[in-house]
Nanobody, 124 residues
């Protein structure tokens, strides 16, 4: 049974940093595409970043240069380092996984498995 558990959300001021974690259970992260998507208040879900099974990454333009995705396959854990945060980054952030092969961040909201989400709030 696949389970994803996020942690690391919180409230910070603009310009600050947060690191999100996503612990994966029930499968090996070596064989899944994984990523992050978010949903802000009154907004549609949007893909943020994807990492495919070969470790290639693809970022949304809105976060490129500020966010970094990484994977620790030994710990079966996905991370999202978020720097230079902006108020518009405020959203519920979800970790997602899919056994398919995906290289585009826009695919992440459609992934088969999601976590429960972790709230990120950025104040100006």
């Amino acid at each position: 049974q696949v389970q994803l558990v996020e942690s690391g959300g919180g409230s910070v001021q603009a310009g600050g940093s947060l690191r999100l974690s996503c612990a994966a259970y029930g499968y090996s992260t070596l064989y899944y595409s994984m990523g992050w998507f978010r949903q802000g208040p009154g907004k549609e879900r949007e893909g943020v970043v994807v990492i495919d099974r070969d470790g290639n990454t693809n970022y949304a333009d809105s976060v490129k240069g500020r966010f970094t995705i990484s994977m620790d396959n030994a710990k079966n854990t996905l991370y999202l380092q978020m720097n230079m945060l902006k108020p518009e980054d405020t959203a519920m952030y979800y970790c997602a996984a899919d056994p398919g092969y995906y290289g585009n961040y826009e695919a992440v909201p459609g992934f088969r498995y999601w976590g429960q989400g972790t709230q990120v709030t950025i104040s100006s």
